[in-house]
């Protein structure tokens, strides 16, 4: 299911978004011991991303999108998981 970021703006849109992008619900046990396995070995993964200022103001704010945008296979995704 891929999220038209402007439909974001409207409560349905923003309902959607929110359940495309929460955890992954695994269909074996195999897929939770690998997903466990793998977060546990990357924990720090993104930290840094954490302690910027800008991401701290971003996440006190009452809503709104973070936008990160960078080339193909950079780590957008690891980001956005950790």
Known sequence: MLVDMGLVRT???LKDARRYL???NFTSQRELETY???REA???TGRWLFEKPQFILW???ACGLLVVVG???CGK??????
């Open 42 to 44: 990357y924990s720090d």
């Open 59 to 61: 996440s006190l704010q």
């Open 36 to 38: 466990n396995k793998h």
């Open 22 to 24: 929460q955890e992954a």
């Open 11 to 13: 409560a349905k849109g």
């Open 71 to 73: 080339a193909p296979g």
């Open 77 to 82: 995704a690891v980001l956005a998981a950790a």
